[in-house]
């Protein structure tokens, strides 16, 4: 006679990501992928200097990905995630106090990922008087190669995010 395991609800729970947004969203609520690269593309040609050092740095990173890794999710097209929710705390000045905090889990666990260190990012942004382009080639080939390793994760996923609950 073959012996049969129980069902074990429960015994293989996806892990937890965090999420900041401005929106507030309910448990079950999906945040679709792609959202970023819609706020880059509907940036007007005006005065917001920080709005087109946005658009040349993510450019920038964008040509970096085809280059060393045009599998990877591209980070325009994605949705991203911290892998602690301390991560996403320490980051929150970064992307704006009036972000709300969530859990967050995949919809789909197996579509693309990669993992980059946000930091990378925000040093991009930093005026040092170095020139640009050599400065954000270089954050975007560690960011997308994966050589640096100190900094805060960030999961970038080409999976739609199912919010789990609502943190702060």
């Known amino acids: 006679m073959l012996g049969f395991l129980p069902l074990q609800v429960g015994a293989h729970k996806m892990p937890s990501y965090f999420h900041l947004c401005s929106v507030q969203l309910s448990p079950g609520s999906v945040i ?51 892998l602690s929710q301390a991560d996403a705390e320490r980051q929150r000045p970064q992307m704006g106090w009036l972000n709300m905090l969530y859990e967050v889990e995949l919809v789909d666990p197996d579509a693309v990922q990669h ?17 640009f382009l050599p400065k954000a080639r270089g954050l975007a080939t560690q960011y997308w190669s994966g050589s640096a390793a100190d900094g805060t994760k960030e ?4 999976s739609p995010l199912r919010i789990v609950r609502r943190i702060s």
């Not at 993992?115 to 020139?131: E, K, M, S």
């Open 32 to 82: 679709e992928p792609g959202n970023w690269g819609r706020i880059i593309e509907l940036y007007p040609q005006d005065n917001n200097v920080s709005n087109a050092w946005r658009t040349a740095v993510e450019q920038v990173f964008e040509a970096t990905r085809l280059q060393l890794t045009p599998d990877a999710p591209s980070r325009l097209t994605s949705a991203f995630a911290f």
């Open 115 to 131: 993992i980059g260190v946000f930091d990378l990012l925000t040093a991009a942004y930093v005026i040092d008087g170095t020139r």
């Open 155 to 158: 999961l970038v996923t080409a």
